[in-house]
């Protein structure tokens, strides 16, 4: 019978024939304690066989709820040679734990710890790294089985539809399929809740008045696709409405947004590109002073102008191509000024 304890009480185990009593040097182990094993020559008492701390200088670091454990529950009838370091041995083959029965593979450390089975070290696995999809909101609640069925872990199609056809043909408010709605779900859902979506309308932003406009007021009937986002599509009554200007009479583009722009929140202050420049100066005056009739193709200069008539031809005296009419002036006098 050999034995041999080293000072920090580590104690390896060499062959012996007998088991001899020893009473507890160091015995603070819920495993520590006498042990017949059946003519095994590693078997000891726990207690001499080192604590805890001294365990940390094996290969095998307790750590975790380890930590907590008594010797025997790891060291079978306190034999401590050859036992096992692979967490499968232990887990798997000794105690069946695997709540998935090594259907995520045998290596356990790949994404245990021994602090808990509950939830997975993200550091070690995570099912957006590791297995390519982002479970957020819901999806982080529910049982791996719900997505992957009782036969294995395979790859699921992670695109939203294919799990959720039916909740997209199911809907009612709105109903998706008949408004046309895209099969995209995230671009108007998170994996919260269906009920909070937000739709980037990035196509159509909706600004100035229409950002308070509600969705059913553009897209009616709940008809989504197909909507034109030509202002005149929904527009044309407002527009054929006008008296002051009058906008048909006028000739105006029936693109609104080139006098209006595209984040007006009423049809006053329009604002367009007017190549005579009305917006200050002597010439920032009402449109109907140039504008005498309807047809804003049509403008004077002589109004203003025509009392001095004779001064005009004065002024220009020697200027070739000189004649008193409005489209002259603006010809040679396209910004009002000399
Ligand atoms: C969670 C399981 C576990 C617990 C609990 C545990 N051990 Fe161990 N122990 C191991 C493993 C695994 C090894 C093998 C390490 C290696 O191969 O180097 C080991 C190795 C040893 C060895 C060295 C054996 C050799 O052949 O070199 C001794 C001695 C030992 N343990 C004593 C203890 C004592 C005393 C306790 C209680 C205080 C204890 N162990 C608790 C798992 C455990
Ligand atoms: C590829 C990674 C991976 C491997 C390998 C793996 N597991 Fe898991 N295990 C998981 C994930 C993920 C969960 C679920 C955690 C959650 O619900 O957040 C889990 C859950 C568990 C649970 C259930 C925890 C609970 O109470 O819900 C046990 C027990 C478990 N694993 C044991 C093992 C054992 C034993 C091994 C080795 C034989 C092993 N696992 C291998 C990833 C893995
Ligand atoms: C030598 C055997 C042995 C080895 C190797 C081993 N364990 Fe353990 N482990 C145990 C025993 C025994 C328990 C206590 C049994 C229990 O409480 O379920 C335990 C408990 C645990 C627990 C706590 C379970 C709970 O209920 O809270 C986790 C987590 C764990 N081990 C993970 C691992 C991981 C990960 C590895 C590999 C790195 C590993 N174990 C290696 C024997 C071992
Ligand atoms: C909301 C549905 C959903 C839930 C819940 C879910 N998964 Fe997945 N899982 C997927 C999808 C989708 C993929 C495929 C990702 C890919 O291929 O890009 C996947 C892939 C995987 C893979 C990789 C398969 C391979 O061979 O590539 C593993 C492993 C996995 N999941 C484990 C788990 C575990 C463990 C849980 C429970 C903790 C879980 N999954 C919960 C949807 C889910
Ligand atoms: C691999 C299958 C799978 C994929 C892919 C998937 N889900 Fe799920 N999802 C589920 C399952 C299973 C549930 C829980 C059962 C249910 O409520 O339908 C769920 C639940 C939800 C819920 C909560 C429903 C409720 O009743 O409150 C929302 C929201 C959701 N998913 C959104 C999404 C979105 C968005 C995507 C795409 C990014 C997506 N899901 C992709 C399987 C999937
Ligand atoms: C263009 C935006 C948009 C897209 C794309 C979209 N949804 Fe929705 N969804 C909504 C809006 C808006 C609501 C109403 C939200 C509310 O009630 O607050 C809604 C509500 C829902 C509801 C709850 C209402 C009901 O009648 O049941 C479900 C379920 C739903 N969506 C599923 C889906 C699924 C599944 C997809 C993808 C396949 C999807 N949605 C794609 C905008 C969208
Ligand atoms: C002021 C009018 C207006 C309002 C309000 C509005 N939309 Fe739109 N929407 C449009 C226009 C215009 C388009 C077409 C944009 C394009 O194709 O350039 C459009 C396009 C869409 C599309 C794309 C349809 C397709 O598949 O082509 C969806 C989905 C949509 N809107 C959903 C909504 C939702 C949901 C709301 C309420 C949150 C909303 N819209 C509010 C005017 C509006
Ligand atoms: C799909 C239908 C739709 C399109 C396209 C559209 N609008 Fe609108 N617009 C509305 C609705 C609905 C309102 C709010 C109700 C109302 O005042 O008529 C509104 C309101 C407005 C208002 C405020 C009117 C007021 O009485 O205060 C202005 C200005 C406006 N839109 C300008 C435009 C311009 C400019 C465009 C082109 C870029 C445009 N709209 C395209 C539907 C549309
Ligand atoms: C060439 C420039 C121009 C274009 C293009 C234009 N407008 Fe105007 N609009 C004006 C001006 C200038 C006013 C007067 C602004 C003021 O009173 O501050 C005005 C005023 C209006 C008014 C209020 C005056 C009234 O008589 O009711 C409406 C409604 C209106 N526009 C609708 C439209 C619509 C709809 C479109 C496109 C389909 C459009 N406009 C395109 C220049 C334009
Ligand atoms: C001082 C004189 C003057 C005033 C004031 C004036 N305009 Fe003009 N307008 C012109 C002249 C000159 C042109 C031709 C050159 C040009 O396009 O700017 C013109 C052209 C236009 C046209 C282009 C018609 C076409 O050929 O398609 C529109 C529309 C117009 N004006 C609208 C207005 C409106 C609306 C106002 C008032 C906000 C206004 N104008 C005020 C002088 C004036
Ligand atoms: C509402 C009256 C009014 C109308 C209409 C008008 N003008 Fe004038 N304009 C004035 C006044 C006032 C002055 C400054 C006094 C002056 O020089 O006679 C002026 C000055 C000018 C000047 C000289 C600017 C300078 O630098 O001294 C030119 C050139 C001119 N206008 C061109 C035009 C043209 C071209 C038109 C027609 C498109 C036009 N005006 C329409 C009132 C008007
Ligand atoms: C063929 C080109 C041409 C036409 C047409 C023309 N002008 Fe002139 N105008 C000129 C030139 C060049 C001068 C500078 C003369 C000088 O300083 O000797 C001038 C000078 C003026 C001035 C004086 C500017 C100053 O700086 O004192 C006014 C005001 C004016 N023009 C208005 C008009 C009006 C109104 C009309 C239309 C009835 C008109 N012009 C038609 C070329 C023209």
């Not at 042990?35 to 726990?46: F, I």
């Not at 009937?221 to 929904?234: D, E, I, L, M, R």
Request: aromatic residues 8%.
């Amino acid at each position: 019978m050999n034995r041999l304890r080293s000072k920090a009480g580590l104690v390896i185990a060499l062959a012996g024939a007998l088991v001899i009593p020893f009473f507890l040097v160091l015995g603070a182990q819920r495993g520590a304690g006498q042990e017949k094993t059946g003519g095994s020559t590693k078997a000891v008492k726990a207690g001499q066989e080192g604590t805890v701390e001294s365990h940390d200088r094996t290969n095998f670091p307790l750590v975790g709820k380890h930590r907590t454990l008594g010797c025997r529950e790891c060291h079978l009838n306190l034999v401590f040679e050859g036992t096992p370091t692979d967490c499968e041995v232990c887990h798997w083959q000794r105690r069946q734990d695997d709540r998935y029965g090594l259907r995520l593979g045998t290596r356990c450390a790949d994404c245990h710890t021994p602090q808990s089975w509950k939830k997975v070290d993200p550091a070690k696995w995570n099912h957006e790294t590791d297995a390519g999809f982002r479970l957020e909101g819901i999806h982080r609640t529910l049982d791996c089985e719900a997505c992957h069925g009782s036969g294995g872990f395979a790859p699921r199609p992670t695109d939203c539809y294919s799990c959720h056809e039916s909740d997209y043909l199911g809907t009612r408010e709105p109903n998706h399929a008949e408004a046309g709605f895209p099969t995209s779900c995230p671009s108007c859902h998170s994996q919260r809740a269906w009920e909070d979506a937000s739709f980037n309308h990035a196509d159509f932003v909706l600004q100035g008045a229409h950002a308070s406009a509600a969705c059913s007021d553009c897209h009616k009937n709940g008809v989504y696709a197909g909507t034109s986002p030509a202002c005149a599509s929904c527009h044309l009554a407002d527009y054929n409405g006008t008296t002051d200007p009058n906008h048909s009479a006028s000739g105006f583009p029936l693109d609104c947004t080139e006098c209006h722009g595209t984040s007006a929140t009423g049809w006053t202050g329009a604002n367009f590109d007017h190549a005579f420049p009305i917006q200050s100066g002597r010439h920032a005056v009402a449109c109907s002073e140039c504008h005498r009739t309807s047809d804003y193709r049509v403008f004077s200069c002589l109004e203003c102008h025509a009392h001095d008539q004779t001064d005009m031809d004065n002024e220009h005296r020697g200027v070739t191509g000189y004649s008193y009419s409005s489209q002259a002036c603006y010809s040679c006098h396209p910004q009002g000024n000399g």
